[in-house]
């Protein structure tokens, strides 16, 4: 069955660097565009950062742009997500996610995926 698996996260101070990595499995990898999420107590889930299946297209949240990266290794069905310069206000689970609906306009709206994690926290100290 398909599974995802999140890793990466943990305790950082403010403007400190997190790189988080999605291992897949159980499906054609390749095929579907991929996300990373994230949801902190009492808020929303938000779109951080979206992927086309080649990884030459990129989308971004503005509270990531210029601080995230988002990439992927289709040899090692792997997405990562590196994060510098991080704020409080980055504390949360983060999930990432896969969608065949590989549209730019879709690339941060979760309810365009079809599968997730089950997350891994991100705590950013000030």
């Known amino acids: 069955q398909v599974q995802l698996v999140e890793s990466g996260g943990g305790s950082v101070q403010a403007g400190g660097s997190l790189r988080l990595s999605c291992a897949a499995s159980?499906?054609?990898?390749?095929?579907?565009?991929m996300g990373w999420f994230r949801q902190a107590p009492g808020k929303e889930r938000e779109g951080v950062a979206g992927i086309s299946t080649s990884g030459l297209n990129t989308y971004y949240a503005d509270s990531a742009k210029g601080r995230f990266t988002i990439s992927r290794d289709n040899a090692a069905n792997t997405l990562y997500l590196q994060m510098i310069s991080l704020k409080p206000e980055d504390t949360a689970m983060y999930y990432c996610?896969?969608?065949?609906?590989?549209?730019?306009?879709?690339?941060?709206?979760?309810?365009?995926?079809?599968?997730w994690g089950q997350g891994t926290q991100v705590t950013v100290s000030s």
């Open positions: 996610a896969a969608t065949k609906y590989c549209s730019g306009g879709y690339s941060l709206l979760g309810r365009f995926y079809n599968y």
């Open positions: 159980g499906y054609v990898y390749s095929s579907y565009c």
